[in-house]
């Protein structure tokens, strides 16, 4: 049993003092135009996704199906989301500059739900580009942006042009 | 030894399984709009500081910018920086990101001059500060490197001559 604990805590050190030495020599890679290794590409985004499954309540839009919905929340998203996020048609050459890179939405749509995009976008996430809005937007303007992100792959003509010309910034 | 060996390897695997199950079941925040707790914070600032530390080149730019040179930096910093990291003089935007960037009118950069000429280039991870490689040539990001290191005490003809950018 001692001999259990003296290894135990020999793996605990040694781990400590690797860690220590990783970071403090410089080791950690912080350039965001490198590419992540493969296991943390594989673990991150996964461990980001699951965290915000978690604490994401289940909630439905509460605003109605409408294009008037979709063309409030594209104004709001040509306005200040297009920079980083990409506009239709048109994908963000800035936001893949970043790490992790901006999700492009006209492209590859979004992986979360509409309320957990709700959450992402009020709260922001940590260690990102994606800072939290909640000071910058109410929570109706909130929904309208996630309405229009959810068809901003599939917008119906009338909104598409309802929203253009953008206002570039 | 069979029960040391066991003992060491038994708490690696298990941290291991530890670490990978908190972050498969979601366990970590994400939040933006929490603050991290202090030791995170310093740990990740320092190791961040070491590591552009050790990859910057270690150049030094062999004589003080030229008011031209300022002029040139101040006019791209106008245009791409000031929104997260201020304007010299002024307070920064008013925007919550989760590391806060450094807002160089009121706080001079950390960094040396290479160093911020890297960072600038390739950009911090995990982070809001994005790669400009692609955006700006090595000589304008110098520019901006020694814009920014002047930010607190700029001649005040180069003020001058960047102020009618302003939006």
Redesign the interface.
């Known amino acids: ?12 050190a040694l ?1 400590a003092i690797t860690a220590a030495v990783y ?12 590419q992540p290794a493969a296991w943390e590409a594989g ?2 985004p ?10 994401a309540a289940a909630m439905q839009n509460p605003l109605p199906h409408a294009d008037a919905t979709l063309v409030a929340g594209g104004k709001l998203y040509m306005n200040d989301c297009v920079g980083c996020h990409g506009a239709p048609g048109h994908p963000s ?2 936001g893949v ?4 890179p901006a999700p492009q939405f006209a492209q590859s749509g979004s992986q979360y739900s509409d309320a957990e995009l709700f959450w992402v976008a009020k ?10 809005q ?2 910058h937007y109410s929570d109706s303007d909130l929904w309208r942006l996630v309405a229009f992100i959810g068809r901003i792959g599939n917008l119906p003509p009338a909104v598409a042009k309802a929203i253009q010309p953008p206002a570039s910034k | 030894m069979k029960r040391f060996t066991l003992g060491f390897l038994g708490t690696l695997v298990l941290l291991a399984a530890g670490v990978i199950g908190c972050l498969r079941l979601g366990a970590v925040e994400v939040r933006g709009d929490v603050a991290a707790p202090a030791w995170q914070r310093h740990l990740m600032q320092f190791a961040v500081h070491a590591s552009v530390r050790r990859r910057a080149p270690q150049v030094r730019s062999s004589s003080p910018p030229s008011d031209g040179e300022l002029i040139a930096g101040g006019k791209l910093y106008l245009d791409g920086c000031d929104g997260c990291h201020g304007r010299p003089g002024g307070p920064p935007r008013k925007r919550v990101l989760f590391s806060p960037p450094p807002v160089f009118a009121h706080a001079a950069s950390q960094y040396s001059e290479a160093e911020r000429f890297w960072i600038i280039k390739h950009g911090i991870r995990r982070s809001g500060m994005s790669a400009w490689g692609t955006t700006y040539t090595d000589k304008q990001i110098w520019t901006l490197a020694a814009f920014v290191g002047r930010m607190q005490d700029l001649p005040p003809s180069v003020l001058d001559a960047i102020q009618p950018k302003q939006r």
């Open positions: 049993m001692k001999h259990l604990l003296a290894g135990s805590l020999c793996a605990l781990l970071l403090d020599l410089g080791f950690m890679e912080v350039a965001a135009d490198a673990l991150m996964a461990a980001v996704r699951a965290s915000v499954r978690r604490r050459d800035y500059t970043f790490f992790p709260h922001g996430i940590r260690m990102s580009g994606m800072y939290p909640s000071p």
